[in-house]
Nanobody, 123 residues
């Protein structure tokens, strides 16, 4: 499985970005997807995840109400809509693939990872 993430960039605080991650390669009948991020000098952390059917959905507390994860299974793509961005959201965002229908929130639960896309939020 190959994962291709895109959509990162530079945005001012309060702005919005939408990240996309498309899965290709060996098909699986069911898979969940997640987004993680890693800020400079910090450990990678969970951001959001979504199950095969579009639910359940999980968010880390710091992004609830601001970020929305969604997916389009026909396009093998998961999205992360990020609104009201803050400087502390600055990080490299990576998408992750988890076999099975249910989403995870831990790194070890995910089987494949995409390359990161950098999100920079200026104050």
């Amino acid at each position: 499985v190959q994962l291709q993430a895109s959509g990162g960039g530079l945005v001012q605080a309060g702005g919005s970005l939408r990240l996309s991650c498309t899965a290709s390669g060996r098909p699986f009948s069911d898979y969940a997807m997640g987004w993680f991020r890693q800020a400079l000098g910090k450990e990678r952390e969970f951001v959001a995840s979504i199950g095969w059917t579009g639910g359940p959905i999980y968010y880390t507390d710091s992004v609830k109400g601001r970020f929305t994860i969604s997916r389009d299974n026909a396009k093998n793509t998961v999205y992360l809509q990020m609104n009201s961005l803050k400087p502390e959201d600055t990080a490299v965002y990576s998408c992750a693939f988890r076999k099975g229908k249910l989403p995870g929130t831990w790194e070890w639960e995910h089987d494949y990872w995409g390359q990161g896309t950098l999100v920079t939020v200026s104050s």
